[in-house]
C-alpha cells in the first residue's frame, strides 16, 4: 500500500512552453501533498505545501506565478512549471501524506513518487 | 541555522564491512521524528528507518540501524554488512511537531559507495 505515482516521468520542452507534472496517491487519500525540487548531488528543496481544497503554500523564494499547484482531489496533485526555461530543468519530486498521518510521533509521514525528470531546452 | 546536518558528502566502504552516516538536528521540539532515506541513482526515495524523539531504543530495520543519541542530537545510520546495491545517495530527515504539519526537513545528503 501508499503508493504515489508522478506522471511523466521524464519531460523535454522547449523554453516559453508550460509543463504539467502530475502526482497521485494509488492507494490512500492524502490530506497533504509537497512538491520538491532537487538539482543534481544536492538535497530536496521543498517548493510547496498543498492542502485539498486550499491554496498551496509556496516555500520562500518559490515564484508563485511560476510554479502553478493544484490540488483539486485526495488523490490527485498537479505542478504546472509555466513558461519554462533552461534554469528550471531539474528532478521534481511530490509526496503524499495521509490522513493517518497526523502526528510527529509516527513513522507514517510522506510517501514519495518516483519523481520527474525536466529537461527545458 | 541548519536543522539538519550531515558532514560528509561522500563516503567509501568495503563490501561486506560496517559504515556508519552521520546526522545531527537541531530543534526545540521535544516532539520530532527522524528519518534516514536512501536515493539510487533512479531518483526514488526509499524510507529505511524512523526514530522517534520518545522512543526509548535505537531503531533497527534489517541492516540499518540508527544510533540515537538525543543528548548530543545526533542520529546516526548504520549500515551493517555493506552490499554493493547499496550505493546511493543517503538523506536524514526531521520532522518537527504538529505545528509544522508533516513538513520534513532534509539534510545536504551523503553519497555512499561500496567497493568490492
Known amino acids: 500500500g501508499a503508493v504515489v505515482s508522478q506522471h511523466p516521468s521524464r519531460v523535454i520542452c522547449k523554453s516559453g512552453t508550460s509543463v504539467k507534472i502530475e502526482c497521485r496517491s494509488l492507494d490512500f487519500q492524502a490530506t497533504t501533498m509537497f512538491w520538491y525540487r532537487q538539482f543534481p548531488k544536492q538535497s530536496l528543496m521543498l517548493m510547496a505545501t498543498s492542502n485539498e481544497g486550499s491554496k498551496a503554500t509556496y516555500e520562500q523564494g518559490v515564484e508563485k506565478d511560476k510554479f502553478l499547484i493544484n490540488h483539486a482531489s485526495l488523490t490527485l496533485s498537479t505542478l504546472t512549471v509555466t513558461s519554462a526555461h533552461p534554469e528550471d530543468s531539474s528532478f521534481y519530486i511530490c509526496?503524499?501524506?495521509?490522513?493517518?498521518?497526523?502526528?510527529?510521533?509516527?513513522?507514517?509521514?510522506?510517501?514519495f513518487g518516483p519523481g520527474t525528470r525536466l529537461l527545458v531546452l | 541555522a541548519q536543522k539538519i546536518t550531515q558532514t560528509q558528502p561522500g563516503m567509501f566502504v568495503q563490501e561486506k564491512e560496517a559504515v556508519t552516516l552521520d546526522c545531527t538536528y537541531d530543534?526545540?521540539?521535544?516532539?520530532?521524528?527522524l528519518f534516514w532515506y536512501k536515493q539510487p541513482s533512479s531518483g526514488e526515495m526509499i524510507f529505511l528507518i524512523y526514530q522517534g524523539s520518545y522512543d526509548q531504543q535505537n531503531a533497527t530495520e534489517g541492516r540499518y540501524s540508527l544510533n540515537f543519541q538525543k543528548a548530543r542530537k545526533s542520529a546516526n545510520l548504520v549500515i551493517s554488512a555493506s552490499q554493493l546495491g547499496d550505493s546511493a545517495m543517503y538523506f536524514c530527515?526531521?520532522?518537527?511537531?504538529?505545528?509544522?504539519?508533516?513538513?520534513?526537513?532534509f539534510g545536504a545528503g551523503t553519497i555512499l559507495r561500496v567497493k568490492s
Open positions: 530543534t526545540s521540539d521535544p516532539s520530532y521524528g
Open positions: 530527515a526531521m520532522r518537527e511537531g504538529l505545528e509544522y504539519g508533516n513538513k520534513l526537513v
Open positions: 509526496s503524499a501524506s495521509p490522513r493517518w498521518a497526523s502526528g510527529a510521533s509516527t513513522q507514517e509521514t510522506q510517501y
